[in-house]
Each structure stands twice: as structure tokens, then as C-alpha cells.
């Protein structure tokens, strides 16, 4: 695959095995999603420089959950599972394919509207509900290669609460379905070109297990009642 040549490659850091792949799971994706009318650039020469500034250990991993995920929103497809929508049957076939378990009565709570995501026991996202990405304007090659910290802002005392709750959460100290009490708050792209917002609203929280009874991370629902952009158009 090449390079697109409005992409700016620092010479001397092009790999020429995980370069490659990583930009082709980034246009495979874009163009999964433009299917159900969402706009996701691929790849661009912030998310490019990003990856190629990381160990080969990292972008080794970065391409291993793009792979899961691709590979996820294909089965899907075929299972004829919908993907816009309602997303709690997309949600357990996702979690259930990576071998991770929810409480039994999560999603008799989880409400049809509500977006979904889903993170390992490092806090890295491994799930979103599809139509988020209507409230990014981030580019596939960014959203995988920079944390959640890094792409989006959100006032820091709420930031704190939701950094003990995942602790807590993930220790053991809540366990259940939990509904936190989080504020609702604003959350906002930090250097994209659009800085889009979303006001959001937490509804639900719990724990994931491994089959083997470990651990495997936790699952956030919210609803977003606003959003909007802080570039005039």
C-alpha cells in the first residue's frame, strides 16, 4: 500500500512491515463505517508521526486491537447484528468474542439509547458503540494511537471521580452493576480541527470478567443530551 504522498513521513522512521498494515486497517475501517453514513478520515500525518514515534512493541499491540476490532465489526456485519442503534446485542457479541463476561442482569439495565464502550483492565477501549464516532472528528490513525487522555478534555475534579470509581471498579471494592454519580459533564477534542464537545451523562458502570474468573475490565454506558462544535462554520 503506499503512502499518501500529502503525508509527511520523518525519514529514516518508516517501517516497512507495521506502517503498512497499520495504514490499511486505518482505510478498512473508514470505509466499514462510511457504509452506515459516518465519516471517519483514515489516516492523517498526526496519527502517522504518532505511531512511528512508538517502541515496536506498542505499535505491534495498537495493531493487534485494530485487528480484533476490524475483525469484530465484520462478524457483526455477517451475523447481521445491528450496528446503529440499539447496540447492546453488538455489545455482547463483541464482549463474548473476546471471552469477556458481564453481570447477568447488565443488560436488563443498559437502555436502548444509551452508547456503550468498553475497556480493558489497562483502561485502553477495546469497544465503542458505532455511532460514536459521529461525535469524533478525530482520524482512525489518531483514535488508536493516542490515549483518551490525550484526544479529549473534561473538568478535572470530574476527571478524578471517574479515575477512583475505575479503580475501585476494578478492585473489587464496587462490584455489580453500578450507577455512578458522576455530574454531567463536557467532553471536548483537544486538537482536532473541529473540537467537537459532548455533554454527557454516565448511566451505568461494572466489572468484566475473564472466563478464568480474572479481571478483564470494565464497561461504561452514557447518553450524550447535547453536542456541538467550538468552530464556527
Given at each position: ?17 507495521t ?41 505491534l ?105 475505575v479503580?475501585?471498579?476494578?478492585s ?18 483537544i ?43
Amino acid at each position: 500500500m503506499e503512502i499518501n504522498m500529502s503525508i509527511k513521513v520523518p525519514k529514516g522512521r518508516v517501517s516497512t512491515e507495521t506502517l503498512p498494515i497499520f495504514l490499511n486497517y486505518c482505510v478498512e475501517l473508514s470505509n466499514m463505517v462510511s457504509a452506515y453514513n459516518i465519516q471517519i478520515e483514515s489516516y492523517n500525518t498526526i496519527g502517522v508521526e504518532k505511531f512511528l514515534s512508538l517502541s515496536l512493541e506498542k505499535q505491534l499491540e495498537i495493531l493487534t486491537v485494530m485487528k480484533t476490532y476490524s475483525t469484530q465489526l465484520m462478524e457483526a456485519s455477517a451475523s447481521k447484528i445491528d450496528l446503529i442503534g440499539d447496540n447492546r446485542k453488538y455489545a455482547w457479541f463483541s464482549m463474548r468474542s473476546m471471552g469477556l463476561l458481564p453481570p447477568d442482569d447488565l443488560f436488563d439495565k443498559i437502555d436502548e439509547k444509551d452508547m456503550i464502550e468498553v475497556y480493558d483492565a489497562a483502561s485502553i477501549q477495546i469497544f465503542r458503540s458505532l455511532e460514536l464516532y459521529r461525535y469524533m472528528s478525530y482520524s482512525f490513525s489518531e483514535i488508536f494511537c493516542f490515549t483518551w487522555m490525550d484526544l479529549f478534555t473534561r473538568d478535572s475534579f470530574v476527571f478524578k471521580r471517574i479515575s477512583e470509581t475505575v479503580s475501585q471498579i476494578l478492585s473489587g471494592e464496587i462490584s455489580g452493576v453500578y450507577t455512578p454519580n458522576f455530574p454531567v459533564h463536557y467532553a471536548e477534542e483537544i486538537f482536532s480541527n473541529k473540537k467537537i464537545w459532548i455533554k454527557m451523562q454516565s448511566a451505568l458502570m461494572c466489572r468484566l470478567y475473564r472466563i478464568d474468573g480474572s479481571v478483564g475490565g470494565f464497561l461504561h454506558t452514557f447518553k450524550i443530551p447535547e453536542h456541538g462544535s467550538l468552530v464556527k462554520t
